[in-house]
């Protein structure tokens, strides 16, 4: 069915319990998450063979990281271990009015301290048919720009099919940084996945009668920013997540898709939330799953964005959804009848 | 007021606590529960002199059992002991689009494996006004059918009461086994419960304009559904509950009820669940607490559906409502303002 | 900015976890609270400078509940103690038709039993401009009305803005008692606040056109309420918080003010709700917040709405809130996007 | 094998988990407890037909309480409901040189305010072998010494043997008082249990050689306690359990026994504590237990304090251990090898 | 190092937490364990190459058993999956001299149920060095000894080293039927392990001048035991833990190795126990690991005793330690001073 | 009674529960604590007026520490804001052999950059009596090696009583840049604390007799020891607790003094450890209140050793105990009585 290799940061994540604000807390839940590593688990979920590659602390919580992923199947022969710290990020899980809110501190991690030499791209692209990777590695650091050239190139060269999702992050680079160095790595990108803010904040490219604030997306809108995005690239295909959000706690959720020059959209959906992050990686992934399966555009954007309907209702970053849940939610199964 | 007999197994219920999936989970809530033991607590709670028949394994688990049920002040004096396991069930509470997943590990148990010398039906039924079994009984093996048999019959005898809620279990029989064996003891049925489902699926008595998997149910239809199951069985009453999924933690909920020749019906609830595991029990245990109050057809099956309904806003199988809690939402006081 | 002292009472607060009923429950999560301590935490998460005013008992609960206050930065050093219990507040957390219910254990209190020598009101209102309480304070005895009389009858003497909330509880005095000391009370205020019920059961003055049970609130009839009560009783402004309920677990949310002859009110918002405990409070603090900056009328109404919006989503009766996250629902990011 | 009625105060525990202290719980662990509730769980755990008679107060604790000693299988139809609270005691749990500490809120709680119209002893003792109080229920008011009196004299009447555990509380009264009441109702008593200090405090009888604050007991002392209390009183049987305190967590547990002119000594055990609360109540439900089997004077006081040994290894009030587990004990099983 | 293949069952394991009894509990905590699974994780966390065989239900039970030992880095690709449950066992904490006590729930489980055909011998054991099993295995059944010969010549063709653990458990098989079974077995055997019960169960070899209940065990006594074990069945090397039960919560620990002619004994530890099931699974990993490290016996012994004792201080059935962490120990560094 | 300031870093502190392994935990518990800042809060449960002193950041953390510490009453108006990280420090709690780990994760912190203009020592050593400080602070980077000299130098000209804890930080620097800072920074301190190995490992100077693994620690030794460092720098007093591991959660515990020419020494505990970290700090926190209540050395070092003997009992690194506690252990009731 193919074999994926993600590429990306990880981190131990630290959530209060039961709606507690940050200063209410006396106890963290621990996980460890990032976005590519949510890719990898999810793909891996989905039976596919996928291997994620990271850089991680010679220590206890780096070990965990391992033991971590490598429990759902996930590859991790090429991950490196080193000096520094792992990344950590804090989530206080928002209800109705009030928003979930993220504190990172990622700062000085081993990962954001990876040397070119870490990764021997020749080797863990062997036989691979995909790669995937978001705007958070490169927004990591100039050495992360470059090793990311350096898996890139690598990949082109090999025909490995390459993926980015936007993944803007305001608190690690400017929209004018960002914007410099994810143009020039979009010369290697084959698909792009965004959610309804990055195109706009990395590249300009906005969608027409939208208000992201309030929750309300129009399909139009977005289909501009497709076809802009695989004008202005190239891209093979380009699929962008589709938020609206009403309460932090209830969403609109929905996905569309460029292919070619098919357009197509996804049902939408409301979701009733347990833990929303995570989901434009568990999006991508359905879609990274259903280009290797050949599925049809509009078939591939139903499955992503199913998959990722069904990630808001699971506790962590990471997709424990199967193909089969997916695809009885995509035939129309989704009223939550319990199942004996 | 009337003392009720209910017969059934009870099992271990281990659930993942906070939404988790099966394979996230590392501690299990514990509690125990069962159809027919849920219908007897509740009438308990409704200050009914309700008394619990089963057999339970000779170890720390039947005795567990045995004084969980004798908290809320259950006869529970014809229970006997025996060799075998306790049946387990499992459940994962779903949320949104992703359904509650249930597991059952119930063979071999010690109630599975009765005999129908562990029962003394003559003396147990004595003074008794009512018997209540559902269809799980007889799913589990010819022997319960033979205890049932026996139970019936000498409830006929004495003049007992006899409801039976259908509760079709695919895991434990076939349709076809199932439709040959409960059309054979419907003969000793007064009053019928039923879910939306269950009709069809053991006697092909479906409803039209129903379509249970999109949650949209069709009062006239389930009323035709009554009137068959009466036509056919010669049942005093039929009771239906209507669960009307939307998500898997908000619902619509009502029931129907054909009592003698009148019909009717149950205005309908929107509930948010905490935990619907239990309510068509707490259902049947609604209608005969009005059955045995002699409450009007209307009053009853309006008692029956908010007893059923405050059973989705509590934790575990078991319905810990008053007759006073009750008639307060069916008096219309449903907006959950705070009671100080 | 302006210093606010706030009088009355603080209880230990026992709440069942997950939605648990009382005879489900193993154990309680514990805090402690009271009416005027809510406001002047509140406040102390405003920045503004806010004494709380108590009587606790010598034991290790009094010290606890002075360590629990103190960490929120309110000026404790006017807390007085002595002899008696800790009052106790349980409280059972309803959903959807099940109402959340509070069993009061507040009897013999330290509290209730304070003497008029306890507190020198002389000193405490030195430099203060703000001094709050509710309507719970002087319903605890005759004692506490006595105690009332003396600070208020200070405050007035010393130009400090008085202000009142209601807060009509039927468990500690008949509606004809509470009339009777309440209209006496109300010529030294200067600001009263009121929920949807009070004014009808302490002064008898209704809202037409609304019923608080079905959750039907007509503006026009508050309009009238708060116009009738500033005629009788002189008031400088009244606030009223609206509350529809819905369920146990969704409200709707909104305030009206009447500040000398314009009367304003604010959006409502649907609140999907942690912990709606203390919400009233939450609303005063809010108002004093906006009063004490000179903010307008319907900024002031919007402000204190939005705070106690929020409110809602809070575990506990404290408001956890900064004045940035109450501006920021203000103007209009309440569709609860993450914040990173 | 005997019928046991014994009569109390039964209160909510509040324990802190974790070995925290009072000022660092958030949560407590919630249980039902009381000295003579205690016995009356044991005894039945031991298999004895036991009765727990009391008063509760109207509302969800008193209906908890209810249900928390029926399940274990108690006969609760004597208890009566009234007004007033349900008395309280928290407690933190220590370790090492840190003592656990017990707050006791139990003032002006139903049971405290009993009437002597609420208990008719001639029904209650129909058909009884043996009544059982402690000292703290004369303790709790004057109106308890009276219901004492009534009781222990229709128990004599109907030839019940009679036991009491003097249970000396000096935060319930002092020195004084008890020995002057005490000593009244001792003239209706047969079989004295006491721990270390009580007969000091209560009688003035002190054991010789002994310091109970450093933990060093001298047997010769004890038997010369016994031997005096039986001369003053006349006793059937006295019994002492012997408690050498080394560390919180750590102690030596023995007991003696004084029957007729016979006195013998348990082993000694060395306890290693998970709780400690109850264990004076499981000795006495020990010796209950074993004078009803007729047990020898040595088997007696063998049983009564491998029993109580035991106690101190369970979480809560109540000793949930088997005749089968206490006699294993006894016998020489106790270096804890796991049973399967 | 070498490559080890273990093959038994893995359970389910649910445990009461904070020592309480079965019949307190309402929750459970959730693990995955099994002898020969334990031991393969010890391997893995001492960096070598092991692989677990075993046959799971094709639920989501069987794939959180996959998950779960896999996050260890154990190989997991001969797991074969099917029919059936996955066994449980149930284990209540003890303390002091309460003991701890596990209730089995394994009949009927998908391994119980494996068939020769389950398992292809010929590629699990290519490449293999060493093959582990326990006497647990051909206890659940007749196919189950079928298959074990089925490996164990399989393995003897192949050159590996097969190690036993006894393992006797009385609710599987009687001792005669082990006798029988084990004897036949034990010609496959090169290095066999036993606690200090298990010879003398199974082959009816006692150690003199030992009394197990008691916790007095003799040097002496179990070099004869080993020496007659060789004897018989003439193994390479043999291995018994010895374990002096004082309390459920502190034991005595060493162990005894006869390799060769020459025999040795490790120095004894006290321990205070976290968890005690799966000490002996660790002590057999801790042999296994220093015969393919070439150690001398005393080392061997050494390293096996001091692993195993640090896995009475974990949690769960599993030893998670280092390699580093037991030459630590092994070393000296025994008495628990903070590593910073 | 004396203003105490103390200055240095606070952290967040996530430690395992239940004696997991860093591997195991998927929750932390979450507390805030630090050398310095555990000694104010131990004082301000003394009731002496005690200021904390340090930088943190402005962000939901930061401001949580200050909430933190402020509930204990200890004064935080000096606490400034800046950029930067909270450090933390994760804890893995051993048992028996196996020991506690701690992973410092404390590079970047605010703190660590602190500039010289954050403090302002003329103002916050005005009116103070005693200023502490520990070998952390000065190891955590040159900066703050510079605002110690000027701290202390201020200190010294306003006549306040310095005293540092030696805390030697083995991950923080080399033992000679160690040697190097603090041997200059020793010519302002009056009053040395230090444990049973840092005088060693700083300044070389080791007691005779001692093995400070294996748990032997000799009176003389430790005798030579404080007059060694007396003579080197001159101070007032020096005062050294003595920690004999014998297992991970228990040890023997004392501690020396000299004072003048005066040495004295305290009697020796055994203490069942709860949780040991912060017990360095609670010693030194005992002493410095011992002086400012000029105690004689001998009481002096029994109340410093008695006050640290029942941190070990108290989760956290805070001493939450009381003067009366203390001296209710200095007087001999060390055998954990319940206290009613």
Same sequence: chains 1, 2, 3, 4, 5, 6.
Avoid at 139 to 161: R, Y
Avoid at 310 to 317: F, W
């Amino acid at each position: 069915m193919g074999r994926v290799v993600t590429f990306g940061e990880i981190m131990m994540r630290l959530s209060t319990p039961d709606h507690l604000r940050f200063c209410q807390a006396n106890r963290f839940d621990v996980s460890y998450a990032g976005a590519e590593a949510n890719v990898a688990v999810s793909l891996s979920n989905f039976q596919v063979d996928s291997c994620f590659v990271t850089k991680l602390p010679q220590n206890d919580f780096g070990r965990s990281v391992l033991s971590y992923i490598r429990q759902y199947g996930v590859d991790t022969k090429y991950i490196t271990f080193g000096e520094g710290r792992l990344g950590i990020y804090f989530i206080e899980v928002g209800h109705s009015q009030r928003p979930s809110k993220v504190i990172y501190d990622r700062s000085h991690s081993t990962f954001a301290r990876s040397d070119i030499s870490d990764f021997n791209w020749e080797e863990i692209l062997s036989g691979v048919d995909w790669f995937h990777f978001t705007g958070i590695t490169p927004a990591l650091g100039d050495n992360l720009v470059e090793i990311c050239h350096k898996a890139l190139s690598t990949a082109k060269q090999k025909g490995v099919t390459v993926s980015c999702d936007l993944n803007y992050r305001a608190k690690l680079w400017s929209e004018e940084k960002a914007r410099f160095v994810m143009t020039d790595l979009m010369s290697y990108v084959d698909v792009l996945f965004a959610n309804e803010e990055d195109a706009e904040r990395v590249f300009g490219i906005k969608a027409d009668d939208s208000n992201v604030v309030e929750g309300r997306l129009s399909l139009k809108g977005y289909e501009q920013v497709c076809r802009k995005l695989k004008e202005r690239f190239d891209f093979q295909s380009v699929a962008i997540s589709l938020r609206e959000s009403k309460f932090a706690n209830i969403n609109g959720w929905s996905g569309v898709l460029l292919h070619g020059n098919e357009f197509v959209n996804a049902r939408q959906y409301t979701v009733h939330i347990v833990d929303r992050v995570g989901a434009g990686d568990s999006f991508a992934a359905g879609l990274i799953y259903a280009f290797l399966q050949d599925m049809s555009p509009q078939d591939s954007i139903e499955f992503a964005t199913a998959a990722s309907c069904l990630k808001h209702t699971i506790m962590g970053d990471f997709n424990h959804i199967t193909v089969q849940e997916v695809k009885r939610l995509v035939q129309g199964e989704g009223s939550g009848r319990v199942v004996r």
